[in-house]
């Protein structure tokens, strides 16, 4: 089994920053595909950013490119999303999840493994 854990949410001003880990724990995945999600009240959880494990690369929605930044530390068995700019729309809980079943990363139903989540809220 693996266990992902978010920390890092919070309450934060427009404009502002925040970054998100989630720790990984347990079984070792083989070059898993690290993807952060968000659920707002009322809406279907969306994709947000993607990493592969090895090699690093990344996507990202089109709604927080240039804003949002996914990256990950191997040595730590964490990946990280850096928020900067936060709008209200961003107000949501963030997901980690973990997908090694490839696939397009953006597909939720290709992930395996989620974290239980982390809110994030934005004021004005």
């Known amino acids: 089994q693996v266990q992902l854990v978010e920390s890092g949410g919070g309450l934060v001003q427009a404009g502002g920053s925040l970054r998100l880990s989630c720790a990984a724990s347990?079984?070792?995945?083989?070059?898993?595909?690290m993807g952060w999600f968000r659920q707002a009240p009322g809406k279907e959880r969306e994709f947000v950013a993607a990493v592969t494990w090895i090699g690093g690369s990344t996507v990202y929605a089109d709604s927080v490119k240039g804003r949002f930044t996914i990256s990950r530390d191997n040595a730590k068995n964490t990946v990280y999303l850096q928020m900067n700019s936060l709008r209200p729309m961003d107000a949501a809980v963030y997901y980690c999840?973990?997908?090694?079943?490839?696939?397009?990363?953006?597909?939720?139903?290709?992930?395996?493994?989620w974290g239980q989540g982390t809110k994030v809220t934005v004021s004005l």
């Open positions: 347990g079984r070792t995945l083989s070059n898993p595909v």
């Open positions: 999840a973990a997908n090694t079943r490839g696939g397009a990363p953006q597909l939720e139903g290709r992930y395996d493994y």
